[in-house]
């Protein structure tokens, strides 16, 4: 079956960096986009970025443009999310989620488990 | 990027009743809209894909229907298991956005 599993929750102070990761298992790890997704405390979904696994490619919110880098790993079935000049509002759960074959459609069946990180000085 | 205005905000209904959200894209998104449930603590799961399709083991008093930049998700039937947060998800174009999410609980 499908599984993300993500690393695990992170304490961080202001200005520092975080990097998240994502094990990828149950299917071909180059097949399908993964994107990320967070939710800061008693708010909505936010999206960040997107990585085609197969060549590496990548595409960030334009609010993250510059802070946030999404790489891979293929050997590993892994993507890796870091997020740099952490600040309070960064607080939240960030979730990996596969999306399809296909960039555009962003239609998130399987998750990881959330990463809680939190920014505190 | 495409707004999702989602409603309402939170909603309060009793077991039985049939309950209506509603989502309304900034502009015309086609089919490209999903609805996701999340439960306290837990990962968003998908109920319905492309608008008005069921995901695979979601019960069918879920439904979704709707198509160009309005959109409803409906529940038959509440039950108390559905108490939850649910959200509208566009896919037309990048980035994909979200709705606010619509509190749903049992009188």
């Known amino acids: 079956q499908v599984q993300l599993v993500q690393s695990g929750a992170e304490v961080k102070k202001p200005g520092a960096s975080v990097k998240v990761s994502c094990e990828a298992s149950g299917y071909t790890f180059t097949t399908f986009y993964i994107h990320w997704v967070r939710q800061a405390p008693g708010q909505g979904l936010e999206w960040l970025a997107m990585?085609?696994?197969?060549?590496?490619?990548?595409t960030y919110a334009q609010r993250f443009q510059g802070r946030v880098t999404v790489t891979r790993d293929t050997s590993a079935s892994t993507v890796y999310m870091a997020l740099s000049s952490l600040r309070s509002a960064d607080t939240a759960v960030y979730y990996c989620t596969r999306g399809s074959n296909i960039a555009v459609a962003a239609t998130f069946k399987y998750w990881g488990q959330g990463t809680r990180v939190t920014v505190s000085s | 990027d495409i707004q999702m205005t989602q409603s309402p905000s939170s909603l309060s209904a009793f077991v039985g009743d049939r309950v209506t959200i509603t989502c309304q894209a900034s502009?015309?998104?086609?089919?490209?809209l999903n609805w996701y449930q999340q439960k306290p603590g837990k990962a968003p799961k998908l109920l319905i894909y492309?608008?008005?399709n069921l995901e695979t083991g979601v019960p069918s008093r879920f439904s979704g229907s709707g198509s160009g930049t309005d959109f409803t998700f409906t529940i038959s039937s509440l039950r108390p298991e559905d108490i939850g947060t649910y959200y509208c998800?566009?896919?037309?174009?990048?980035?994909?956005?979200f709705g606010q999410g619509t509190r749903l609980e049992i009188k």
């Open positions: 998800q566009q896919y037309d174009n990048l980035p994909p956005t």
């Open positions: 990585i085609n696994p197969t060549g590496g490619s990548t």
């Open positions: 502009q015309d998104i086609s089919n490209c």
């Open positions: 492309d608008a008005s």
